[in-house]
Structure formats: C-alpha cells, structure tokens
C-alpha cells in the first residue's frame, strides 16, 4: 500500500535519533583520536592573538582524514575567543573546488568583508585594492584555501594574497592550503612552496580502531539506545580501515547500515546490515564517478547499459546469451550520441573512452579473439545497468 510508504516517514524511526549526525555537513562537536593536530594547529596559530602573523600552513593528507574538519574546528574556536577578547582575527574558508582561480578566491575573500556589495565585473586587482582597504583597519585574517591543488594559478593566488602583509600597515594575512594529493607539493614551484609551506602538518590515515571510536561517538548522537551492535561498528570501521582509513567512508557506511536496517523493520543495526550498506556504499561511490564523467564517456556508458538491458530481456526468453563487441557498441554509442544531439567521435577516440572506463573498473572489457575482427573486444557492464541507466537519463533528459 502507498500509505503505508508515506506512513513510514511520519512515524518516529526505530533506528534513528538524529540521522544528520551522519551526514557529511554534519560538524561534531570534538574529533577524537585529533588531538594532537588540534593541538599542533591551535599553537601554530594562536600568536596571531597577540598581533604576530603565524605561519603559513600546509596540511595534508590522505581523503576522509578530518583534514577540513580539523581545520574549522580549530578556525571556529579561534575566531570565538577572540571575538570575546575584542581581538580583531577573522577567517574565511575557501573551497577551491568551487572557487578555482585567482579571481574566484579574491572575491569569496573579499565578499565576507563586504556583505551585499555586488563586485561582478571588477577586475581582480580591484578586488584586492578592496580587500585591503578592509584589512587596514587592523584586522588578521586566516584564510582556508582548501583542495588547493583544484586550484588554476595557484602561484599568482598565493602570491598576491601573501603580498598584503607587505602592503599594510596594520593587519595581517595567513593562509592554510590543504590538500589530498600527496604529490602535488613536490610540484610546487619553489617561491610557493616556501611561501605556503612555512609549517607543514601531516594527517595520518584512521587505524580500525581509531575508527571504531570516531563511530561510536557519532552513533551515540545518531542512533536510538542500543539501536546499533557493537559489533556492527567494528565491522563498519574495519572496513574503513582497509579503505585507506578513511572516516568519511566509515560513517557513510554506518548511515546506510542504518537505512538498511529500517527498510528491513529490525530493531537494531547488524553487522549483516554494514555487510549490505558496504556494497551500496560502493555503488554510490560509482555512481557519483559515473556523474562525474565526460559526456562523450557518458554517452557510451549509456548505450552499453541500455543494450546489457536489452540482452537481459533475450536472456530471459531462454535464447544465448549474445555477447556486447567494441563494435556494436561503437554503432550503439554513434546513435545514442545524434538522438542526445551531440556529435559522436571517431572509433580511435572511442577506443580511448573504453580504455578510460575499464581503467575506472567501471567496464570490463577482454579481447574477442578468433573470429572476430582484429582488435575487436568484449565490453561487459560491471555496474548494474538499471542503475546506469536511471543516472544517465536523468543528465541527459532531465
Ligand atoms: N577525528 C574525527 N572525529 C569525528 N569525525 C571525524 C574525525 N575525522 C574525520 N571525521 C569526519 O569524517 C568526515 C571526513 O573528514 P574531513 O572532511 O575532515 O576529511 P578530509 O581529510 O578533509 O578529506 P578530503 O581530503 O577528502 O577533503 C567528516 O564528516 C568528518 O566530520
Ligand atoms: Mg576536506
């Protein structure tokens, strides 16, 4: 009964107190097994509460090692005691993911201090003369530039935010580049890397154990009383652990062992439940890459996921199991890419776009060998198709 679909979502859950605990905009109130780099990251910055500039920091580490959750922990405490000292430390966290140029950055930077001004259309030095026009009147100022390495000039952004220490007579710039990508400071040119790199902190991956505890002190928050085995969360941070040690996989992880669980009507989370949350945690995560794609790879995704549909319809009917060829997926991708109104690449380029997708492990592709045509393959979905499908259409027909 559809009622009875409705009904579910009005009555209190069984399993859940407080399901946005686990999301992942969700800011804990203390980060355990963080101690020491909450420590580390308060005394780096803590003399610019007596008007010195601190070091600028660089921090990384692996993805889902509280690096950003660290950060606004310890930028938020910070900007609070000195607001209640009247000491004049303001920051601004940048994400260069969203903000990824020079000019983006100055205006994220520069729009805290200016709120309601429109400054589209000015030019990038403009915005600069502005910010330190705010900045004159003695304010220090922290800003977060994290997932630095998304960002396009890196150098020039660096370089002109640092510069205002030179330019004003009072106040202060700091920064705090964060990043994911292990090889991306070796990258950096010298002058940068001295600039950014005054202090470097580096995040270690979680241990199983380290997770279980990060867990439990979000399932306390999340779930209801003894609505979640201890034994569930063991096994949701062991497989954290062996995912790099990585704490944003392990509490997505528990979310959905939590929905598993609440689907199913059970009382209590399971470590059955983590066992089937874990394989729809990996098709999320597919999932969002396959968003994540190209269109072009886009479209021969799709083609592959509508003709594996349709075989699965031929199969039932009791006739062979045909196989899919990198040719007539060529021919399907072709059609697909003029009925979506985009011109289809040539059979080179496509060949690169397969190559790219089995790479992912998002296909699986073998040679055809004998009897097929030279480099003929095998292409075979490894995701479900259905699945494919749905995510497609809804990019592509909205
Ligand atoms: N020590 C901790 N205690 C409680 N929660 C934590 C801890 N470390 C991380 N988390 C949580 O795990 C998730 C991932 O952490 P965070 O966003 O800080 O990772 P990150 O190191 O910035 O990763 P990325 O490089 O992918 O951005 C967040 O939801 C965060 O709240
Ligand atoms: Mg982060």
């Known amino acids: 009964m559809i009622e009875d679909v409705f009904r579910a979502h009005i009555q209190p859950s069984r399993i859940f107190a407080n399901r946005d605990a686990l999301s992942p905009h969700f800011v804990p109130d203390n980060l355990p097994n963080r101690e020491a780099q909450v420590e580390e990251l308060s005394k780096t910055l803590a003399p610019i509460l007596s008007g010195r500039k601190p070091e600028n920091v660089f921090i990384y580490g692996k993805t ?12 938020r405490k910070l900007e609070r005691f000195a607001q209640e000292h009247n000491i004049p430390v303001r920051s601004v966290y940048v994400n260069c993911r969203v903000h990824d140029s020079r000019h983006r950055v100055l205006l994220k930077v520069t ?12 030019s990038t030095s403009h915005i600069y003369e502005k910010l330190l026009q705010a900045l004159e009147s003695g304010i220090r100022l922290i ?5 630095i390495d998304k960002l396009k000039g890196l150098s020039e952004t660096v370089y002109m935010l640092n510069r205002a220490n030179d330019e004003l007579e009072r106040g202060s710039v700091s920064l705090i580049g964060i990043s994911n990508n292990l090889t991306f400071k070796e990258a950096l040119d010298p002058q940068t890397k001295s600039t950014l790199c005054q202090k470097e902190m580096i995040f270690p991956p979680y241990n199983a154990e380290e997770l279980r505890t990060i867990l439990e002190e979000r399932a306390k928050i999340a779930f209801r009383e003894g609505a979640v085995d201890s034994s569930a969360i063991s096994l949701a941070a062991a497989y954290a652990a062996r995912q790099s040690g990585d704490a944003r996989y392990a509490i997505a992880l528990l979310l959905r062992a939590g929905e598993v669980a609440e689907e199913e009507g059970a009382n209590k989370v399971t470590e059955a439940h983590v066992k089937k949350a874990r394989e729809k945690v990996e098709e999320d995560i597919v999932m969002d890459m396959i968003k994540a ?10 083609a592959l996921a509508r003709i594996t549909l349709s075989r699965a319809g031929i199969k039932r009917l009791g006739q062979n199991d045909t196989v899919i060829t990198s040719g007539e997926l060529f021919e399907a991708y072709a059609k697909t890419a003029r009925e979506l109104g985009v011109t289809p690449v040539s059979d080179r380029w496509f060949r690169e776009y397969i190559s790219d997708l089995d790479m992912y492990g998002i296909i699986r592709t073998t040679p055809a060998g004998k009897g097929f045509r030279g480099n003929t393959r095998i292409v075979k979905l490894a995701v479900p198709a259905n699945k494919v499908v749905s995510v497609l259409e809804r990019i592509f027909l909205g």
Request: a negative charge; zero cysteines.
């Open 64 to 75: 889902g090692v509280g690096k950003t959750a660290v950060t606004k922990y310890v930028i």
């Open 111 to 122: 729009n805290a201090f200016f709120q309601g001004e429109n400054f589209l259309g000015l």
């Open 143 to 147: 800003i977060v530039l994290d997932e």
């Open 293 to 302: 794609l190209p269109q072009q790879e886009q479209i021969v995704l799709l």
